[in-house]
């Protein structure tokens, strides 16, 4: 049956169901209980303190859809969950998934939303918790973890020795570069409680001596000047087209001359349909921000050349946010 057949569409209103499921398993920690031993429902909600009939229904649901192992009473992760969802292995996803229980709130206002009665991000602050925050660094990390040393190879950084890594998290893009770039030091700038976490994985990536941590906030401060590239990634989306100016504008005082600037993020189609995930993550914007949105080339371009940037080209298309757009400072 095709997708747009009654039995395709029906198939897509109920898709959440599943994902919810998959959800409320993450929440409660179900796949890293079960990661080391088989439990029974009992068992398992003695630690939790879960109600023993909805929590039987939720296993047994789990276990139907490929996700536990159901042996007579007792459940247990498969193989592929066990390394992939429990939070105590180093290759787990559940940053990822939390993050997506996090975004389930903000999307179920998508009607009120579009119908103009609830603000785009009425009631929602970025992070409620300092855990819903290392939550998300480290879900982008994994996201950004197998993809950097192409985007890094796409961006081609030559001979660029002082990096300045806007937003750069935990340093997953910061690593990337400097592995590609022996001679090359970077600044890394983010807020405050971000760069802790930054400053872990570079300690423990041996790279801590190679890189400046700033903390700031590039809405209200300038950003570290003195630099040959600056690397932009995944922040474009967050904000208006104005307050991109803004940041464009910070990034050009902040790179020597003939310095060059990388914008990684999803680059739409001028029709703005494709790629297909530009197109839901603008959603994803609508829901979460007050004037963020998915970007064109176009768009962008006009935008670096209003800061002052020439030679504006788009190095790299992507369908996972991983477009990729060059400007030179003259």
């Given amino acids: 049956m095709g997708r747009n057949s009654p039995e395709g569409l029906l198939r897509l209103a109920n898709n959440f169901m599943g994902s919810r499921i998959l959800l409320s398993a993450a929440e409660l920690d179900l796949f890293t209980i079960l990661n080391s031993a088989p439990l029974s429902a009992q068992e398992v909600a003695n630690r939790i303190g879960a109600d023993i009939r909805a929590l039987t229904i939720l296993l047994d649901t789990l276990s139907a859809m490929g996700l536990l192992i159901k042996r007579g009473k007792r459940y247990r992760c498969t193989n592929s969950t066990s390394s992939i969802l429990s939070k105590d292995t180093p290759n787990s996803v559940l940053p990822m998934v939390l993050h997506a229980a996090y975004l389930w709130k903000r999307w179920t206002n998508l009607t009120d939303v579009v119908q103009g009665t609830t603000l785009s991000n009425d009631g929602f602050k970025p ?20 993809r950097a040393q192409e985007i890094v ?6 001979s660029a020795k002082a990096l300045l890594d806007v937003g750069g998290a935990s340093g997953t893009y910061t690593i990337a570069f400097l592995r590609a770039v022996p001679g090359m030091k970077a600044t890394l700038f983010d807020k405050p409680e971000v760069i802790e976490m930054a400053r872990e994985r570079l300690r423990k ?16 401060d300038e950003l570290p000047a003195g ?3 600056a690397f932009v990634s995944a922040i474009i989306h967050q904000n ?17 001359r003939r310095g060059r600037i990388l914008i990684r993020d999803h680059i739409m189609e001028p029709d703005r349909i494709h790629p297909k995930e530009g197109a839901i993550f603008a959603v994803n914007m609508l829901l979460g ?3 963020g949105n998915t970007y064109t080339f176009e768009e962008i371009e006009t935008g670096l050349s209003q800061a002052g940037f020439t030679g504006m080209r788009l190095l790299k298309k ?6 990729l757009v060059e400007a030179f400072k003259p």
Avoid at 318 to 323: A, K, P
């Fill in 127 to 146: 992070y409620r918790s300092h855990e819903e925050l290392s939550a998300f660094i480290e879900a982008m990390h994994v996201i950004a973890a197998p």
């Fill in 153 to 158: 190879a796409a961006a081609n950084p030559g």
């Fill in 205 to 220: 990536e041996g790279m801590l001596d190679r890189v400046t941590l700033v903390p700031g906030d590039f809405y209200q």
């Fill in 227 to 229: 630099n040959d590239l």
């Fill in 240 to 256: 208006s087209s104005g307050q991109n100016l803004d940041l464009f504008n910070k990034v050009f005082r902040s790179l020597n």
């Fill in 289 to 291: 921000t007050p004037g």
């Fill in 318 to 323: 992507g369908e996972h946010m991983d477009g």
